[in-house]
Structures are given as C-alpha cells and as structure tokens.
C-alpha cells in the first residue's frame, strides 16, 4: 500500500529544568494512503506534537517525516491536507456560511454550490445562517469537519473530533469520518475516545512518553479475548482437574466460574463439567477492547521504566 505518513526515527526535544526531555522519541510510524489511523496515548504522550511536526508547524530535531510523498514543510502539501484542532477557535459573530467563505477564499475558492453542498454533508443546511455563538459543540464540529473539507484534502489530521459530544453527534461525526474513507482520504485521527476508534480505525498505534509502544492492524491487536463459564452443581474438586493453561477456576456462591483464553478450545472443560453431573448456566464470549489493549500498553512500558530505565 502506497503511504500517505512516512516517519522514522522522529525526535522532538524540549528543554526543562532536569535537563532536555524527548517529547517524541525516535519513533517509526507508516500510514497508508485510504486508511483511517488511530494515533493514541495518554495526556502528554506526544501526540500532538507530533500531528503539528507533520503539518509542518514545529519542526523535527532528528528524524525523517514526509507527507504524501514529500518532505513535512513543502507548502505544495498544504493543498492537499487538512487539519481540524481538539478547539477550533472561530469568530463566533460570524455564521456558518460566513466561516465557509472565509476558509475557502484562502484557497481561492469562490463556488457557493460547493459551500452550501457543505453544509449539507454535515447536517447544517438549516443552520448556515446563525453564528457560531449559536452552535452547539455538536454543531461547532460539524462546521469544523465541514471547513477542513473545502480544499478536498487527500489527507485529514482530526484531533479529538468527537470529544465531549453527546451521543447523536458521536455518530454523525463518526458516519462522516466513514464517508471519508470511501471517498478515498487519509484519515489520521488522534482521540481518547477508545470506542470510536475500535469502530472506524483500520490501523492504530499506541505513543506513550515519546515512544511507540503497539501499533498494527486493529483485528491483530485485539485477538487474546476469553470465555466466562459459569457452572453449578459442580464438586469443588473439579477445578483441581481443569489444567488448562492460563485459566483461572473459582468458586463464587456455590458456582464454579473458568475464565479462559479464547484460544483454547471450552469444549473439554464443559464436557467435564457434565461428565461431573454438573450444569452449565452461561458460556460467555469476552472481546479483547481496544480500552483492554490501551491500559495494557501504556502500563507494561510504565512498570518496564520504573524496574530497570527505559528499553
């Protein structure tokens, strides 16, 4: 697949009162043209010091990074991309109509269809005369979205796009974020919002203190999920009897409980089960999540650190 991010070895040093602190820290990251990828990682990991070095606002101090094909900083980049902020900031006398224009004169854009056909992909063909004093935060977005789509960008950066939206807007936002990708744009997306990113990402990587700590395929990362068995009627020395690896076997009010990885079949524990003339009340299915993998992550590298320094 061709790439629309090429990083390597990325660094971005700043200096502090203990010394210089690599806010990114050598970091290896490629996303490929037609992808929704997720950029994750807790406050102060580095992400968005990372999405402004590949739009070209702060520069790199090592490292290589370019941006469908050429070097971050080639202003021939910034017809193709877009960026929408965690908070936008817009003139809030200004109507949704008016901040349309505004964007598009930038680029020398004077077709009016296009603005208002705008309006209309984002759910605010009824709403482009009132101001953004107005708008609701759901609102606020959607005329965000709807901004950053005016060039026609090959490639969006959304940072925090459905942060603090109630639940309708969380699925308008998301629907057009899905829109974009069968349109044929690369979508980069840096959110805490753990669910939506399991729902649209094709691909995601984990950043935490400057460095990538997980990254690939979402389907790939989230396999490890486990089986909840629930018995009753089941002698306790069963459980002495259940040897599968990485199975944990409990008693919880009389009831036996197996938690066990979703790679071992549960078959032979149920069929033990009722070999023992005991019954099975539940077998449940647990996904692995991706809020799963994200705590995992980001508290390995953090126990790694505290026990011998950073690897």
């Known amino acids: 697949m061709e790439a629309a991010i090429e990083i390597k070895q990325l660094v971005k040093t700043y ?14 990251l490629e996303v490929g043209k037609g992808e929704i990828f997720g950029f994750l ?3 102060g990991a580095g992400k968005t010091t990372t999405i402004k070095i590949l739009l070209g606002i702060i520069y790199a101090d090592g490292g290589d990074a370019r941006v469908l094909g050429r ?5 021939a980049i910034h017809k193709k991309i877009a960026y929408l902020p965690e908070k936008p900031y817009y003139y809030e006398h200004m109507t949704g109509i008016e901040i349309l224009r505004f964007y598009a004169s930038l680029f020398k854009i004077k077709d009016e ?3 208002k056909g705008l309006l209309e992909r984002v759910n605010l063909a009824n709403d482009g005369h009132k101001t953004i004093s107005q708008y609701s935060k759901g609102m606020q977005q959607r005329i965000g979205l709807a901004q950053s789509l005016i060039n026609d960008p090959e490639l969006l950066f959304l940072d925090e796009p459905t942060g603090g939206l109630d ?23 840096s959110s805490h919002e753990l669910s939506d990113v399991e729902r649209i990402c094709d691909r995601v990587a984990i950043i935490n203190k400057g460095r990538i700590a997980s990254q690939g395929r979402l389907e790939d990362l989230l396999k490890g999920g486990r089986y909840e068995i629930t018995a009753s009627g089941v002698p306790e020395g069963l459980a002495k009897s259940i040897q599968e690896p990485d199975t944990l076997v409990s008693f919880k009010d009389g009831r036996l409980i197996v938690d066990m990885p979703d790679t071992t079949s549960p078959n032979a524990v149920i069929e033990g089960i009722l070999a023992a003339k005991g019954s099975v009340i539940s077998v449940i299915p647990r996904r692995k999540r991706l809020e799963d993998l994200f705590v995992e992550t980001v508290r390995q590298k953090n126990e790694e650190e505290k026990a011998g320094g950073r690897k």
């Open 41 to 43: 990682g807790p406050n």
């Open 167 to 189: 639940p309708i807007a969380h699925i308008e936002i998301r629907d057009l974020i899905l829109n974009m990708r069968e349109e044929g744009k690369t979508v980069f997306i």
């Open 71 to 75: 070097e971050v900083g080639d202003m």
């Open 15 to 28: 200096k502090s009162k203990i010394g210089d602190i690599n806010v990114v820290d050598h970091i290896d």
């Open 113 to 115: 269809a296009k603005l």
